[in-house]
């Protein structure tokens, strides 16, 4: 029956105190840590990389652990390398959760929005709670995202990667067998103009004039939309 329980990772920003970390991981199943250091410049990155290792001897002999480095305080892409993790991991049929007790200012924002999109369990720990002072592990519930139809999801992996240079371009990438300056070409030419209109006001891609042609790109906040739908998915 043990073997039945899905193993479970958990994602980890890494601030400086091990305790609060610890003190989460006490209170779940842990079979890996991913220990996220060195994205923050107002933290010194030694003391980061110092808890890390704290973590690493503290869960050895108990758990997995890897520890990433990454580079950047952009919030949109600290959430989209969370999905990315979060989808690797459940590729591997792991539940994720994400630690966020030492997460600072721009790595809470990430993982709540990583959360958000992915439906990730997020938790953090609450210090000094209740009569006794115990620390708390309080799990987050994120709010619900508007749910985005499935025509415009089909323009949304069609638009991930490069995006397109014209409307054209993008109906040849998803209806390769219509014919330009036909009937059917138009009709499907009006139905797209009218869904990355309402993308583009969800705030999911990003439209510029080129000439004649409308150039059409996926930003941040729509790959990870993307990313998170399609790794949430049962």
């Known amino acids: ?40 410049d107002t933290l010194e990155k030694n003391l980061i990389v110092k808890t890390a290792r ?27 390398k969370l999905v990315d993790m979060i989808n690797n991991e459940r590729k591997n049929n792991r539940e994720v959760m994400i630690n966020a007790s030492c997460s600072t ?18 938790y953090t720990t609450v210090s000094k709670c209740g009569k006794d002072k115990l620390p708390k592990v309080q799990l987050i519930s994120p709010f619900p995202l508007k749910e985005i139809p ?6 949304l992996e069609a638009l991930l990667g490069k995006g397109v240079d014209s409307l054209d371009e993008l109906i040849n990438k ?7 300056n036909t009937t059917a070409f138009n009709n499907e030419r009006a139905r797209i103009c ?20 409308l150039r ?5 906040i729509g790959q990870i939309y993307l990313k998170g739908k399609i790794c949430s998915l049962p």
């Open 1 to 40: 029956m043990i073997a039945d329980l899905k193993q479970v990772t958990h994602i980890i920003p890494t601030g400086t105190s091990k305790d609060r970390i610890l003190q989460g991981l006490k209170q779940h199943l842990v079979h890996k840590a991913v220990l996220l250091v060195g994205f923050d």
């Open 54 to 80: 704290a973590i690493d001897d503290a869960l050895r002999g108990f758990a997995e652990v890897e520890i990433l480095e990454l580079e950047t305080n952009d919030v949109f892409e600290i959430a989209l």
């Open 105 to 122: 200012s721009n790595v809470g924002i990430a993982c709540y929005i990583a959360a958000l999109a992915t439906k990730a369990t997020l």
């Open 150 to 155: 499935p025509e415009q999801i089909e323009i």
């Open 174 to 180: 998803m209806r390769p067998h219509l014919k330009k």
């Open 194 to 213: 009218h869904h990355i209109r309402a993308l583009r006001e969800a705030g999911l891609v990003e439209t510029e004039k080129v000439g004649k042609n």
């Open 216 to 220: 059409v790109n996926l930003n941040s």
